[in-house]
């Protein structure tokens, strides 16, 4: 299996769109696609992105050797809200993450919200 191949099992097991996981090492979705595609080559900076931001093992996506992650896989909610803050300018993620804080402050005033049910419903 090729680095490409495992780049792209990667993402399917995070269960992430091309888009989701392509914002998330800051590439474009065309030139991501081609990656997975094997037209192009993943050098070493989208090697290190990809190992930083999903916990993938290096060693793994250049080899094969070992297990995929260093440590249990991010949530897939979790990935793709990081893809998405990562592309905020900083007055915008300051924003969200003072909202962050207001929901926390609801979510622990509103007892009567189950967890596993959004926004209550």
Same mark, same amino acid.
């Given at each position: 299996?090729?680095?490409?191949?495992?780049?792209?099992?990667?993402?399917?097991? &995070?269960?992430?769109?091309?888009? /989701?996981? #392509? +914002?998330?090492?800051?590439? $474009?979705?065309?030139?991501?696609?081609?990656?997975?595609?094997g037209n192009r080559k993943a050098n070493d900076?989208?090697?290190? &992105?990809?190992?930083?931001?999903? /916990?993938? #093992? +290096?060693?793994?996506?250049? $080899?094969?050797?070992?297990?995929?992650f260093d440590s249990p896989p991010p949530d897939?909610?979790?990935?793709?809200?990081?893809?998405?803050?990562?592309?905020?300018?900083?007055?915008? +993620?300051?924003?969200v993450l003072h909202f962050i804080g207001q929901?926390?402050?609801?979510?622990?005033?509103?007892?009567?919200?189950?967890?596993?049910?959004?926004?209550?419903?």
């Amino acid at each position: 299996m090729s680095v490409n191949e495992r780049i792209k099992q990667v993402r399917q097991s &995070l269960k992430l769109s091309q888009i /989701s996981f #392509s +914002r998330g090492i800051f590439l $474009s979705n065309g030139y991501f696609a081609e990656i997975e595609l094997g037209n192009r080559k993943a050098n070493d900076r989208i090697i290190e &992105l990809i190992s930083t931001k999903y /916990s993938v #093992s +290096r060693n793994w996506l250049e $080899s094969g050797e070992g297990k995929m992650f260093d440590s249990p896989p991010p949530d897939k909610d979790l990935a793709q809200m990081m893809a998405v803050f990562s592309e905020l300018n900083p007055q915008f +993620r300051e924003f969200v993450l003072h909202f962050i804080g207001q929901l926390l402050k609801l979510q622990k005033n509103s007892p009567g919200i189950p967890e596993n049910t959004p926004y209550g419903e």
